[in-house]
C-alpha cells in the first residue's frame, strides 16, 4: 500500500488550508492525519474510518473536516483560518502504512 500526501505548500494567514491523501495498491481502513511543527512533537489531529465517521483531536476540533472520495482512494484534509502556528510537515496513514509527508508553511 503507497501513501501520498499533496498540498499546496504555501498558505496565507487566515486562509484555509486544503491537503489530500491518496491510498493506491490498496486500502487503508481508517485515514488519520498527524502533522509537526518545526522543533515540536507530533500532534494527531483527527481520522476518518471505514464507515465514515471522524473524529477530531480537541486542540483543532471546529477548525478541521476530514472527508473521502471512495471512487478515488483519496481522503482530504481542510484546516480553516491558519496561522503560522499551522506550519507543520502533515502525515496521513495508519498502522505501517504513512506517506512521507508535506510541507505546510503558513506566511504572507
Known amino acids: 500500500v503507497h501513501v501520498q500526501e499533496s498540498g499546496p505548500g504555501l498558505v496565507k494567514p487566515s486562509q484555509t488550508l486544503f491537503l489530500t491523501c491518496t491510498v493506491s495498491g490498496g486500502s487503508i481502513s481508517v485515514c488519520n492525519w498527524i502533522r509537526q511543527p518545526p522543533g515540536k512533537g507530533i500532534e494527531w489531529m483527527g481520522a476518518i474510518d471505514s464507515s465514515g465517521t471522524t473524529y477530531y483531536g480537541p486542540s483543532l476540533r471546529g477548525r478541521t473536516s476530514i472527508s473521502r472520495d471512495m471512487s478515488k482512494n483519496q481522503f482530504t484534509l481542510q484546516v480553516r483560518s491558519v496561522t503560522p502556528e499551522d506550519t507543520a510537515v502533515y502525515y496521513c496513514?495508519?498502522?505501517?502504512?504513512w506517506g512521507q509527508g508535506t510541507q505546510v508553511t503558513v506566511s504572507s
Open positions: 496513514g495508519e498502522k505501517d502504512n
